[in-house]
């Protein structure tokens, strides 16, 4: 098996749950292997990160440079490119960013490309065989993957436990300075962080967070009932602010806020990555949905096949019965 090789995401010197997912996704693919992880941004940012993923790999690779300050996916497919040996396994957490960044390394590297993998399933033929999400994740699919020339593969976040097998001195090795080419077309100017409105739900510990199978407008005040008999917050996915039924500042996702529940029930939402990639902190997930394989299923620690619509006020009243 090729070596293993896992993309780490980072933002202000914090480091982003995938680190430690991509681990056990590797062990999945290779029982026996020890993933390298791979640190690119700014020099101290990269110091920082390097330092804390040593903890739980053996082997940490490192490239700062001031170039590297903002995500831009042309300069980082081009610093990846010249770092990967040939026919390396790189997996890369399927967010915005690694869906920008993967297909065109691919291409660059000329190895295969899987995106959005919640599963692997051994060798078959020399192929590795793995599990995807499509179609916004409304059909999974079996898929050979050649991985003879190396493969990019984005691994769906939350899927994987998170590896806490610490206690490693790893190995740090600083490669900023055999990369020379940082050139690209495409300049970064600033990112536009999403507005915290009149509610901030990046800060509440139990999120009561509504999708459109709530159906309509009317059925939003039940969930403000069934928060309040919880003591959480009301959050939502895109298509709740896409129709105005409640305010941007409440959407969860890619797009949305990041939050870092301790509990989070979802009511009625499918589990598109876009809306997974922005809840954080490896939270018990509680799913509601009436669909017994929608995705989200995979994420859930709970999950309950049924009409929301029922389910929220047979939960509250119980609530309600309780205090
Ligand atoms: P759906 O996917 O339509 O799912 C509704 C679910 O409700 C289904 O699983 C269905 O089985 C279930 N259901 C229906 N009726 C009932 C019922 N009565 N009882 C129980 N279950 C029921 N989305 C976000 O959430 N946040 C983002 O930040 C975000 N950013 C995006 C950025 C981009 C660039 C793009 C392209 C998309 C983004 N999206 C985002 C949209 C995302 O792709 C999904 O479309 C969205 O998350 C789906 O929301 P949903 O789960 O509420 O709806």
Known sequence: MASIFTYITHKKGVVDDSALELISAAKVIDSDCKPTAIILGSPSEVAQVADEMAKSYTDVITVGNDALNYPNAEVYRKV??????????????????????????SIKTDSSFASDVVGFEGMEGGK?????????GTVST??????????????????FKADESKA????????????????????????????????????SEILVSVGRGIGEEENIE??????KAMGGEVACSRPIVDAKWLEKSRQVGTSGQTVKPKVYLALGISGSFQHMGGIKGNP???????????????????GV???????????????????
């Open 128 to 136: 590795l065989k793995v599990i995807r999400q499509e179609y916004g």
């Open 80 to 105: 990846l490119a010249a770092l990967l040996p040939s026919h390396a396994l790189l997996l890369v957490p399927h967010d915005t960013f690694g869906m920008d960044l993967s297909p065109g390394l």
């Open 142 to 159: 079996r898929s050979l993957c050649d991985i003879a020339n190396g493969a990019i593969i984005n691994i769906r976040a939350g899927v």
């Open 222 to 227: 039940m969930v403000h009932t069934l928060a």
């Open 168 to 203: 490693q001195h790893g190995a740090i090795v600083d490669k900023s300075s055999d990369i020379q080419d940082f050139s690209s077309k495409r300049t970064f100017v600033e990112v536009i962080e999403a507005e915290i409105g009149e509610v901030d739900i990046t800060k």
């Open 305 to 323: 096949v049924t009409d929301i619509l029922e389910f929220i006020p047979a939960l509250t009243e119980k609530i309600n019965q309780a205090q």
């Open 284 to 302: 018990f997930i509680i799913a509601i949905n009436k669909n017994p394989n929608a995705p989200i299923f995979q994420m859930a620690d709970v």
